[in-house]
């Protein structure tokens, strides 16, 4: 493990890394995984550790676990950072691992951060794991199913850690007090409801938790040796919450797909909310308004023909003026998406033709409605007895347009929903001229 130098202070080490468990009693949270008998906690007490990957959220205790392996376990244990390390340490590390190995000895690697290698990087990690040269232990706040490659995947098992409670949270600000590796040496004056404050400020992430703490105190009021912590210290310090976001992670597809969910089950309040956390939290206002264009159509369609008109004018809004003024064009559009009439009768006539048209491929465009630009294609009989719609009364022939293999077949089956129950009735009536004139 990592040693301090002889400059270093124990009170320059945040409040955070000092508190830092070493043991598993000491470890606070993930009782789905720690609890007495759970398999997590029964491969650390045994020292049977195998490769595994801890998935969380950050300030769960992903390093955590990886630190008490280290002080419990009988194997060599490496840390290497994907921020830091690259494919030349990664060789050093496995060279000096299959050397252990042939003395008996096993080789932990805890890879923290392991989402920011790429596809190659990551390979690198699959031979040594499946001769068993090394122990991967990889941690990362990202969906291992899209960031770690599937070989590399199949071969650790997957501990899914969860933010911790507010309770949690209160246990690790008490103890925070009272170790002696925090202020337990010192008169601190702070009440349960500011440490509840800080508590549900954190937002299940220990770290921040212990941090805010950390600032607090040291900014709270002297006198003598006693500090007192007050109402408007706090307040300052959990002014502003960093929102858990992702732009390119799984969070960020998490929260797109809330705001379409609430329109699209017309919950304007819900579908507000998950608008502002991602404009909030640094979202492209374009990219969000693209997806307001697509709801507009695949859930709305016909039965309000605005709506697309209504996304297409948000979006237009948003890249002439940008944030912050653009969202509320945006909030006007998501409201205006949330309380009109809902059909996805376009999206599903799209992906029953798309179905056909894939595994009908070979399907020959019916003569009658053929182009023939030229002699050879009239000769053929390309387009003869084409009929001009426009030259008859109603504006309809009988003519077939579809192959003869798909005759009959339907798509769009319009709703009763909104104004689609007006194109509903008029696709009725032009089915019903077809069938008395074929």
């Not at 890879?111 to 232990?137: M, T």
């Not at 799209?350 to 294609?377: F, G, H, W």
């Amino acid at each position: 493990m990592e040693q301090r130098t002889l400059f270093e202070r124990e009170e320059d080490t945040p409040l955070a890394a000092r508190l830092r468990p070493e043991t598993l009693s000491e470890v606070v949270g993930q009782a789905h995984l720690l609890g007495e008998g759970k398999v997590l906690r029964r491969l650390i007490e045994s020292d049977r550790i195998a490769s595994m990957i801890f998935w969380g959220p950050p300030g769960v205790g992903k390093t955590t676990l990886a630190r008490v392996i280290a002080y419990t376990t009988k194997a060599e244990f490496v840390n290497f950072s994907a921020a830091i390390n690259g494919i030349k340490e990664l060789k050093t590390i496995m060279g000096q691992a299959a050397k252990r190995r042939a003395y008996g000895q096993r080789t932990i690697v805890f890879v923290d951060e392991i989402h920011r290698f790429n596809k190659a990087q990551q390979d690198a990690f699959l031979p040594y794991v499946e001769n068993g040269s090394i122990i991967l232990i990889g941690a990362t706040t990202e969906n291992p199913s899209f960031e770690v490659n599937g070989a590399l995947l199949s071969r650790c098992k997957v501990f899914v850690l969860k933010s911790l409670t507010d309770q949690d949270l209160m246990t690790l600000l008490k103890r925070a007090l009272t170790d002696p590796r925090g202020f337990g040496g010192q008169d601190i004056s702070i009440s349960d409801d500011m440490l509840e404050a800080i508590a549900g400020f954190a937002n299940g992430d220990a770290r921040t938790a212990l941090s805010t703490l950390e600032m607090v105190v040291l900014n709270g009021d002297m006198d003598g040796e006693r500090i007192t912590v007050t109402e408007q210290t706090v307040e300052q310090c959990t002014s502003r919450k960093s929102l858990l976001y992702d732009k390119k992670g799984e969070e960020h597809y998490n929260l797109i797909s809330a705001l379409h969910k609430s329109m699209r089950n017309s919950d304007l309040d819900a579908a507000v909310y998950w608008l502002a956390r991602m404009l909030e939290a640094g979202e492209d206002p374009l990219y969000v308004a693209r997806r307001v264009i697509r709801f507009a159509s695949e859930d709305v369609g016909l039965a309000d023909p605005r709506a697309l008109e209504i996304a297409v004018a948000a979006y237009q809004a948003c890249h002439f003026i940008g944030m912050p003024e653009c969202s509320v064009h945006l909030t006007q559009a998501v409201v205006y998406m949330s309380l009109v009439p809902k059909s996805n009768a376009l999206y599903t006539a799209y992906e029953t033709a798309k179905q056909d048209a894939l595994s009908r491929l070979a399907e020959p465009v019916p003569l009658v409605i053929r182009n023939a630009p030229t002699r050879l294609m009239k000769d053929l009989d390309y387009g003869k007895g084409y009929q001009y719609a426009h030259d008859t009364a109603e504006k309809l022939t009988n003519m077939q347009c579809l192959p003869d293999s798909l005759v009959g077949r339907e798509y769009y089956r319009p709703t009763d929903q909104g104004l689609e129950e007006r194109f509903k009735k008029r696709l009725e009536a032009i089915k019903q001229w077809k069938k008395e004139h074929s």
